[in-house]
């Protein structure tokens, strides 16, 4: 059960919005991350059908969506743009939602799916009164409203609040636990590494690289690590450290050094030696890129 692109190149007239994308979602939250204008919302239209590939072809749990249909009520999308009829209560909404997706009981899916989303005490107001994250959950119960196999999420946490953004990414990570297809689009890397380490990652309409955190970062190895290593005397530890194979730089702060290896086992072997060498104590030792900002702050410089 995957969702691919293959080859997928979309233009609009002399812009190119994909070139030559080639990429595989299976089961499980994936995170789609890129800059604005890096192709990440035409990706995701390609995949469910909403926009036909210039070039290349798309398949969803083994079928082209452009030719058969069918499949459109294994898939829910939720997209960025505000998408809600303010007029409408969000129980009437979803339920309409759940009525075009032809579900058996569009009344019962849509009090599931506003439960889910944590709405209920709210659903009988009008949208219209909503803040921008209350009508987001909205579109996400909208969504679920089908039961669908496929979710796609573009921007899904915009407008939330902090409570909000951390019901929402506990039912993603919930959904794609359950075995579905959860396919969610942001720039907010932090949260995306919230909700899962693999990644898809994107710059201006190529794709930059797959994988999950870990082998991303491990496969940058002509970009020197920096770690952080707090102690008393990060003078005295500073000048015994620059003899570990693999450090070529140091800072030193308040309490605070500073140290930029190609080697980073290698410090690990070095560090505990030096230390008790000098009689230094080390209070903590902490990686400060092994974040997913920093690897995609590679990633963008990289694919400039």
């Known amino acids: 059960m995957t969702v691919q692109a293959i080859g997928v190149s979309k233009w609009f007239g002399q812009k190119v919005a994909l070139s030559e994308v080639t990429v595989t979602f299976e089961p499980g939250v994936t995170g789609l991350l890129g800059p604005n204008g890096a192709g990440k ?36 999308m939720v997209p960025e743009d505000e998408s809600v009829y303010p007029d409408l209560t969000a129980r009437r909404f979803v339920e309409l939602e759940a009525a075009l997706s032809a579900v058996d009981d569009p009344a019962a899916s849509a009090r599931i799916a506003l439960e889910t989303v944590e709405l209920t005490d709210v659903a009988d107001r009008r949208m219209g009164g909503f803040s921008k994250g209350m009508r987001q959950r909205a579109k996400v119960a909208s969504a679920l409203a089908s039961d669908p196999e496929v979710l796609v999420l573009d921007e899904p946490l915009n407008g939330a609040d902090p409570v909000q953004r951390a019901q929402l990414i506990e039912l993603f990570v919930r959904l794609g636990a359950e075995g579905r297809i959860v396919i969610v689009s942001s720039h907010v890397l932090a ?23 870990a082998s991303l970062r491990a496969a940058m190895t002509d970009k020197p690590r920096q770690v952080h290593i707090r102690t008393r005397l990060p003078r005295l530890l500073g000048a015994a450290v620059v003899g570990i194979e693999g450090v070529h730089g ?33 209070l903590e030792i902490a990686p400060v890129d092994e974040s997913m900002e920093s690897v995609f702050r590679y990633l963008v410089g990289a694919g400039r």
Request: hydrophobic share 45%; no cysteine.
């Open 41 to 76: 919302t035409t990706l995701l239209r390609v995949l469910t059908g909403l926009q036909v590939p210039s070039q290349g072809e798309v398949r969803v749990l083994g079928v082209d969506p452009r030719a058969d249909r069918s499949i459109y009520a294994k898939i829910a």
């Open 250 to 282: 140091i800072a030193i702060g308040d309490g605070l050094l500073e140290v930029s290896t190609t080697d980073p086992v290698e410090l690990a072997r070095g560090l505990p030696i030096v230390a008790r060498t000098e009689g230094v104590t080390i």
């Open 191 to 213: 949260e995306v590494e919230r909700m899962t380490h693999r990644v898809v990652a994107m710059v201006d309409g190529r794709l930059a690289a797959t994988g999950d955190l």
